[in-house]
């Protein structure tokens, strides 16, 4: 589980490993990266309480944190993923 301090430690730690990834091999996607996750720790944030915080299966936390939320009367939760911290596989 996380308090807002250990969340914003992860998150900062979570950035800069995707930052240095983009750098190397998406040089493009670095300055939206970085102003879309400047916005997106805002609404973390200001929202935190209202939050579920998953793992991966593995456990992993160094790797990414799937975050939901109930938007309004929703019956199930709405999940929050950072796309460009995923790895993409066909099937």
């Given at each position: ?37 400047r ?34 009367e ?18």
């Amino acid at each position: 589980s996380f308090d807002k301090a250990s969340f914003g430690a992860y998150f900062k730690g979570y950035m800069k490993k995707v930052l240095e990834y983009l750098g190397k091999n998406k040089p493009d996607r670095v300055e939206p990266f970085k102003n879309g996750g400047r916005d997106l720790f805002k609404w973390i944030n200001s929202n935190f309480d209202d939050l579920s915080f998953y793992t991966p299966k593995s456990y992993d936390v160094e790797n990414h944190i799937m975050i939901a939320y109930y938007d309004g009367e929703d019956i199930a939760p709405t999940f929050m993923f950072i796309m460009d911290g995923l790895k993409f596989i066909k099937v």
